[in-house]
């Protein structure tokens, strides 16, 4: 763990390379024992390690944060999460029929069977046969990567259906088949984390990796649901509210956006209107995701070219978007232009809690490896703090149900994200106590109080199954827009805010699953590009809205969906 902080790009931390890294010189040791020759390196090593460490100010970072983690992380690979393998079985049999019958859509377009998995044999058939648009031919044939295939979307319609394919087949083969490999005989997951693996300090996992449990799809998301709490017990979960961006306006002492994060506003709504220089409310969907592109790319440096594919437009219009930005947020240009000096003046940058990375890129003089220094240099103080806060606040909650006696375990790290294992009777408790310990893990200019219209930077849940969590905090989410979308309105037809609606969900929720559809393409049906009408129901979003049992109102309409989709309500108690 010494060593990691010293050197986070290190490939390995053995013990023999890392006494040759510092010049150690072993104890005297007459025994021919392997481990005892080791200990004699070690001994020497620790003091050379702890020197350094001492050297860089890295002290508590090593001794209050990175070796408590190890006991932490130790216990969440033990205690393992709890998988619905039957349930997951099923699912996969869902998966083989979609992907079947995507297989012989795909046939019917090519007029012909081929072995899609096949990149030769597909490349021949979309630039051959089909005479798409494709670069040049190699010995291994034509490339039919992920973004040659976007590129040509446009072209054909094949081109969907082969990129749904692949997705469906990643879902069965990796997420499906992989998972059911690694259940323990206890009907647990039980992951291995890695402590010293990335470049930033966050922690990653494998055999599986559950940081990669997909929510981004409709599809996707369905795996959260089998991973649920044993017996009796429920899983609360709590996330960071836009960590990384509340990150970087305390490291920026960017006014606009601290101001921003403490009213309570949504920082991307509030992005897209001063940047296109409108009132909040009448800023579009399309307007807040193309600046929260912007909000997310600039520390990672990203350039005109990179986000007007990103978000569909000209380079130029891409390039107006950051100027804007920028000028809008003048703390955060200052920083990216004090970071990118201070790591060529020092040779590397640092988290708030002293996290250090090594930068030799920025003395570099080929220029594409010097702008990936910069990029790094100004993204590693963000990440790296962001990582820093969520080990803090693992090693908070694990000592405090330890220390308050609780029966709840932490059993899961995702990202910004912490799940714990708790009993009925805790519930009220460990929530409390979550969102204490992970609000008290760092003191940000850009935090605020919860109040009913401001949320709190930390966000607790409780469910019995993962994917209940994700579906209540996007409603909620929905419910606590003040300019975003809103699904909800109430009898005289305004649009209904939290305080109408968040009594709702006191009581034991209700889901309504709705008709796959949006306004215009009604039963999921529309033309393809000759005119015939084919059914496309499957490229449609899945809406779903929350309400209380007992008292449901008559009357909830949704807007931008189509009359059929209101028609084809059904109601599931108990779910």
């Not at 050197?7 to 006494?19: E, F, G």
């Not at 349930?87 to 795909?106: C, H, K, P, W």
């Not at 709590?238 to 403490?262: C, K, P, T, W």
């Not at 969900?505 to 209700?510: A, N, S, W």
Request: glycine residues 8%; neutral net charge; aromatic residues 6%.
């Amino acid at each position: 763990l010494a060593a990691y902080l010293l050197r986070p790009t290190a490939s390995d931390y053995t013990t023999d390379r890392l006494a040759a890294e510092y010049a150690v010189v072993p104890l005297p040791c007459e025994s021919e024992d392997p481990l005892a020759q080791e200990m004699a390196k070690l001994i020497p090593l620790a003091a050379a390690l702890e020197a350094k460490i001492a050297q860089q100010e890295q002290q508590w970072l090593l001794t209050e944060v990175e070796q408590p983690l190890a006991e932490v992380l130790a216990s969440m690979e033990l205690i393992g999460f709890s998988l619905d393998t039957e349930g997951l079985a099923a699912y996969g049999q869902e998966l083989d029929t979609q992907l079947t019958a995507r297989a012989e859509e795909i046939y019917e377009l090519a007029g012909g069977q081929f072995n899609i998995n096949s990149p030769m044999q597909l490349g021949n058939v979309l630039f051959e046969k089909l005479g798409l648009p494709h670069g040049k031919k190699t010995q291994r044939g034509y490339s039919t990567n992920a973004d040659v295939l976007e590129s040509l979307r446009d072209k054909h319609p094949i081109i969907d259906c082969i990129l749904d394919y692949r997705k469906l087949a990643k879902l069965k083969n990796t997420y499906v088949d992989g998972l059911i490999k690694v259940v323990g005989e206890d009907g647990r997951v039980h992951s291995i984390f890695k402590q010293t693996e990335t470049r930033t300090g966050r922690i990653s996992s494998a055999e599986p990796n559950l940081q990669n449990i997909p929510v981004r799809t409709d599809v996707g998301s369905v795996f959260r649901k089998f991973f649920y709490a044993a017996g009796d017990r429920t899983l609360v979960d709590a996330d960071y509210s836009q960590i990384e961006l509340r990150v970087l306006a305390h490291i920026a002492q960017d006014e606009n956006m601290i101001e921003g994060f403490r009213s309570g506003a949504d920082i991307h709504t509030q992005t897209a209107a001063q940047v296109f220089g409108m009132p909040p409310e009448y800023v579009t969907s399309q307007m807040r995701s193309r600046a929260k592109a912007v909000n997310f790319g600039i520390v990672y440096g990203i350039g005109a070219y990179s986000l007007s594919k990103d978000i569909g437009v000209t380079v130029a219009e891409a390039n107006a978007y950051i100027n804007g930005y920028l000028r809008t947020y003048h703390g955060v240009r200052q920083y990216m232009e004090d970071t990118k000096q201070f790591a060529k003046d020092h040779g590397y940058v640092k988290t708030l809690f002293g996290r250090r990375r090594d930068l030799p890129e920025m003395s570099a003089t080929n220029r594409i490896t010097k702008a990936f220094g910069e990029r790094v240099a100004m993204n590693t103080p963000i990440q790296g703090t962001a990582a820093d806060i969520i080990k803090i606040a693992m090693v908070r909650v694990y000592r405090r149900l330890q220390a308050e006696g609780l029966k709840s375990r932490l059993i899961l790290q995702v990202h910004d994200e912490l799940i714990v294992e708790t009993t009925p009777d805790e519930i009220d408790t460990v929530k409390a106590l979550v969102q204490q310990e992970m609000s008290g893990a760092a003191e940000l200019s850009a935090s605020s109080a919860a109040t009913a219209d401001t949320p709190h930077m930390v966000r607790v849940r409780a469910a019995a199954r993962m994917a209940a969590m994700v579906l209540r905090s996007f409603i909620i989410f929905l419910l606590r827009s003040r300019s975003g979308i809103r699904l909800f309105r109430n009898r005289r037809g305004h649009s209904a805010h939290a305080n109408d609606l968040q009594p709702l969900f006191q009581q034991r929720p209700l889901v309504f699953p709705l008709l796959r559809g949006t306004q215009g393409l009604h039963h999921g049906r529309g033309q393809g590009g000759d005119g015939q009408e084919k059914d496309i129901s499957h490229k449609l979003p899945v809406l779903a809205a929350v309400v209380p049992t007992g008292d449901v109102p008559e009357d909830l309409p949704l807007r931008g969906l189509p009359v059929a989709a209101h028609k084809a309500v059904k109601v599931h108690a108990g779910v």
